[in-house]
């Protein structure tokens, strides 16, 4: 490939495995014929890097992945406030796509509502009374979500009408039901699963010795690409001798454009983009953001104080395989029975056991873990009056002026994403990359006596 | 096709004066406790009425019956039936279906005139009301389409009809109008039928994937012909009606409905019949004022069918593909999430089974990482540096987007001899710091500054590992300043007082470009 096209082709590449779906307007104009500019190259590379698959037709392009786990981290937000969809929102979401499956080219709100009403009535618990507080509101922002990704056109009228009363407003949409179906791709049917573990890709493709590698190091991979971090002591032998290779950061590198920084604890691909993110660290995105930056700071300063840091605990973290196991049980605790066809359903753990069995010996001994300082509540709390004291509560924001113990939990939440922390009973364990932003006390200013210097949060963005 | 009368005056001789509530009446029977049997007993007496037996004795129904038993399953015995009572039910005063009459047969004596019998017919709406029901019944969706090759038809009988009204012929005239009506009348019952049909298998596909996929193709050809037909006749059908408008419209009409033979009409009225069904065939071809034809009308319905089939055969095929449909996967699915005991397995489920998530990444990279070995941990190996700006405003520093020009050259002319001279006078500090050192003279105010403010870039970026503090560098374009561990520390003299450095030593050295060109001149 010619250098001066490298830049539009990774461009291309980060757009795809950044969003996983492209159409003419979603994220932005113009992303999709960047896309398929280099869709033949992005297809090709996507599958023997990751085993992923892109699908491009003129209307979109859609990048399937192959998941190796649950990511209960990953959330669909809403368009406007970012917040994570709830419960409500992601059953109507699906009931909307089915609902749109089975119209026309178009439909309006107060027919797709009609629809919408009696599947949701037959779901326990969930149901759609317009008269219910929380349930338009839910729609409107399922709608929204829609229409940002392509998927609807208004054509007229608005939903803010409708929501405002739905006797008398009313909006209508165009629906690109090629967008529709490509937002909804499971890689099984999900009638078909007995277990969620069912959506998950399991190697098998032989079990062999090449084989078994050639899948560690497309799991590899796959974990450098969609994770900020990935820690050595977390994956099994295999993959860990995989992530070590130098070929994996050159291939991946060459992909995305971006760096890749190896350290003894593990391997993270750098967004120095400050896109290439769905969470972006350190970076905008108001209070949250810059709170968490200053608790691993304080952090830092806890475990290089000579006097502080002998009263540290180093304690082992939990098994991640355990916790992927607690989450998958939670999400198999929901399963509806009635749907499934126990005929055709594809029994994981049948599966499994047999590659358990083979893989066993080497793959789940785990590189000698190393304890984590552990960070007890209490000591996080007084971090965060610390710094509400002297920055003065008003830099952080009319929302969390009077919370400083919300916006403690939001930004721990926000690194525990972002793997730089582990939540556990109690407090956090402090993993090895949160050493990277130990400086972020070095570039604040002290603060003067006189307030100088306090943070200064402007308030065009202090609206999340 | 229901005209009112407007006029007041009763028309065909008062002979249809049953008013709506009694004509409703006549449908009774299929309310009935046993309406199958009433459906079968008159049944038995259609079958007679086709054999030209029109007033029929209860005996001649159970007959009848007894042979339409041998042929279909179904039918009642006539044993079981009290065939006297439902006849004479069927023709009470309230329904009327049928008509009874006593059996005009002499008797003879006096036991068989006391043992006498009605005979029953059918009413002439009795009739019409069976009828009705039977096509309720039997209507069957194959029966459904739309003719491509009526199209043809029309255009010769409005041809033949522009002929006959030019020649006079009034009997051609009558006869080629009453089939152009009946045949469009046909069209337009067809094409609701099919399109209500239509309507049926996309609300029952569910049901059957399989019978819809085996007539998609020709359900697709079918209707995209009948558009191809529709759309290549149209002009000329337009032209054709032209045509016998030339011909005069009001002498045709007037022929027709003097050869009408309707005698219960007045002949105003046949003439007011007759100018309805022109101006009905008229619009089907012609445009009138604003409104599209009926033609336009029947293309775009065809075209909305078509992108419904394949609507439907997206759903169908899409649904056959795993066995399970998009639909019920989704519904599923919503169960699912719904039912998930936290907001985070629920988004995790989700965001799995649609196949959507996002890549996430750190940002702040080193510039210079291969100089860091990868085999130091986090914890040693230096920070990233995070912009001040970006904590400080929460801004990353950027250009920003263009700004509008500003014509005022003066002000830019002086800002920029401002801050010219202050660079120069920076940089001449600059180079009297090199020359001559910071240590063991009193600093002037500007190298004091120049010092401050690579001694702040120097304390930003130095790392302090494991509790000791590492040297730090800050360099402009002119000098590079270090920070030295050094256990006796330094001290700068200033103009305004004495700068204490504990436990660092400054070194400073010319940086870059300069070095370059100072290794040049020397």
């Known amino acids: ?464 | 096709m229901f005209q009112r009368d407007d006029s007041g005056v009763s028309e065909s001789f008062d002979l249809d004066s049953l008013t709506v509530g009694d004509r409703l009446r006549l449908f009774n029977f299929t309310q009935r406790d046993d309406p199958v049997a009433y459906l079968w007993v008159l049944r038995a007496m259609n079958v007679l009425r086709a054999v030209h037996q029109l007033q029929v004795h209860p005996d001649d129904v159970a007959n009848t019956l007894k042979e339409l038993a041998t042929e279909h399953d179904e039918v009642p015995s006539a044993a079981d039936l009290n065939l006297r009572g439902m006849l004479d039910n069927l023709s009470s005063d309230d329904e009327q279906v049928l008509y009874r009459v006593e059996d005009p047969l002499r008797c003879g004596n006096l036991a068989a005139y006391r043992n006498r019998q009605s005979v029953y017919q059918f009413t002439e709406i009795g009739y019409r009301v069976y009828r009705a029901v039977e096509e309720v019944i039997g209507s069957r969706v194959q029966d459904a389409n739309l003719s491509r090759l009526i199209f043809a038809d029309i255009l010769t009988d409005f041809k033949s009809l522009a002929a006959a009204n030019r020649e006079g012929d009034r009997d051609e005239v009558y006869r080629k109008l009453a089939r152009l009506d009946s045949v469009l009348e046909d069209m337009t019952q067809r094409a609701a039928r099919f399109y209500l049909t239509l309507n049926d298998v996309a609300r029952t596909t569910d049901v059957s994937p399989e019978t819809f996929l085996r007539y998609k193709h020709a359900l697709l050809a079918h209707m995209s012909e009948f558009t191809a037909e529709l759309e290549r006749y149209a002009p000329r059908l337009a032209e054709a009606v032209y045509e016998v408008e030339d011909t005069g419209v009001e002498t045709l009409l007037e022929r027709a409905a003097a050869v009408d033979e309707r005698p219960m009409m007045r002949p105003s009225a046949r003439l007011e019949d007759w100018r309805r069904r022109w101006i009905g065939l008229r619009q089907w071809f012609l445009a009138d004022g604003h409104a599209e034809t009926k033609a336009a009308h029947l293309q775009g319905a065809t075209r909305t069918a078509i992108s419904g089939v394949i609507a439907l055969l997206r759903q169908v095929t899409e649904s056959r593909r795993g066995g399970v449909s998009r639909t019920t996967q989704l519904r599923h699915l919503a169960a699912w999430a719904a039912a998930a005991p936290d907001e985070q397995a629920a988004n995790a489920l989700v965001s799995a089974a649609f196949d959507l998530r996002s890549v996430r990444h750190l940002s702040g990279a080193h510039g210079d990482d291969d100089q860091i070995s990868p085999r130091t941990t986090w914890w040693d190996a230096p920070g990233v540096e995070v912009s001040i700006s970006l904590f400080r405003h929460g801004k990353r520093p950027a250009p920003g987007g263009p700004q509008p020009v500003r014509t005022r050259r003066g002000a830019h002319a002086r800002l920029r001899e401002q801050q010219l001279a202050d660079r120069a006078a920076d940089r001449e500090a600059a180079k009297d710091l090199l020359d001559h050192g910071p240590h063991n003279r009193v600093l002037n105010e500007a190298e004091t500054r120049a010092v401050l403010k690579l001694l702040t870039r120097a304390l930003q970026v130095r790392t302090v590992v494991a509790s000791r503090l590492r040297s730090g560098t800050g360099s402009s374009d002119v000098l590079t300043l270090r920070l030295i561990p050094n256990e006796r520390g330094s001290q700068l003299r200033t103009e305004t007082g004495t700068l204490h450095l504990p436990g660092f030593a400054l070194e400073i050295k010319p940086h870059g470009a300069m070095r370059r060109s100072r290794t040049e001149t020397s």
Request: hydrophobic letters at 40%; proline letters at 6%; glycine letters at 6%.
């Open chain 1, 1 to 464: 490939m010619e250098t001066a096209d490298l830049g539009s082709y990774q461009q291309a590449a980060r757009l795809m495995l950044l969003h996983g779906v492209v159409t003419e307007s979603y994220p932005r104009a113009k992303a999709l014929a960047l896309v398929l500019q280099w869709a033949d190259e992005l297809a090709k590379d996507f599958r023997d890097l990751f085993g992923y698959s892109l699908q491009t037709s003129a209307r979109h392009a859609r990048l399937l992945r192959r998941l190796d786990a649950f990511d209960a981290s990953q959330a669909f937000l809403t368009v406007k406030s970012k917040r994570p969809f709830d419960r409500r929102r992601l059953a109507y979401l699906c009931l909307i796509l089915a609902c749109l499956h089975r119209s026309r080219v178009e439909i309006n709100l107060a027919d797709l509502v009609k629809l919408l009403t009696p599947s949701a009535n037959t779901i326990e618990h969930l149901g759609f009374d317009a008269t219910a507080p929380g349930h338009k509101d839910a729609v409107v922002d399922v709608m929204d979500w829609l229409v940002d990704r392509g998927a609807l056109r208004t054509s007229d009228g608005s939903m803010e009408d409708w929501a405002r009363d739905h006797d008398r407003g009313d909006a209508l949409f165009d629906i690109d039901h090629d967008t529709c179906a490509a937002l909804f791709r499971p890689n099984k049917p999900l009638q078909h699963l007995v277990s969620a573990a069912g959506l998950l890709d399991t190697p098998t493709a032989g079990t062999g010795r090449d084989p078994r590698r050639r899948f560690a190091a497309q799991r590899a991979r796959r974990l450098l690409i969609e994770y900020p971090v990935v820690y050595f002591s977390e994956t099994d032998a295999e993959t860990s001798i995989a992530l070590r290779q130098p070929t994996l950061a050159e291939d991946i590198a060459r992909l995305t454009g971006l760096p890749v920084e190896r350290r003894a604890e593990g391997i993270m691909l750098v967004d120095t983009t400050g896109h290439f993110t769905d969470k972006r660290f350190p970076g905008r995105g108001g209070a949250v953001n810059r709170t968490a930056g200053l608790i691993l700071a304080k952090i830092a300063d806890l475990r290089e104080d000579p006097d502080r840091a002998s009263s540290l605990h180093y304690l082992l973290p939990t098994d991640p395989g355990e916790e992927h196991a607690d989450l998958l049980s939670r999400i198999d605790m929901a399963l509806p029975q009635a749907g499934t066809l126990e005929a055709l359903a594809h029994d994981p753990h049948a599966d499994d056991g047999e590659h358990a069995a083979e893989a066993d010996p080497d793959a789940r001994e785990h590189e000698g873990q190393t304890g984590l300082p552990f960070v007890e509540d209490g000591t996080l709390e007084q971090m965060i009056t610390e710094l509400y004291e002297e920055f003065g509560p008003s830099s952080f924001t009319n929302k969390w002026q009077a919370d400083p113990g919300g916006l403690l939990a939001e930004a721990v939440a926000l690194l525990a994403d972002l793997r730089l922390v582990h939540i556990v009973p109690g407090g956090i364990l402090v993993r090895p990359a949160a050493g990277r932003y130990r400086n972020i006390t070095a570039v604040l200013p002290r603060p003067a006596h006189d307030g100088q210097f306090a943070l200064d949060f402007p308030t065009e963005e202090t609206s999340r």
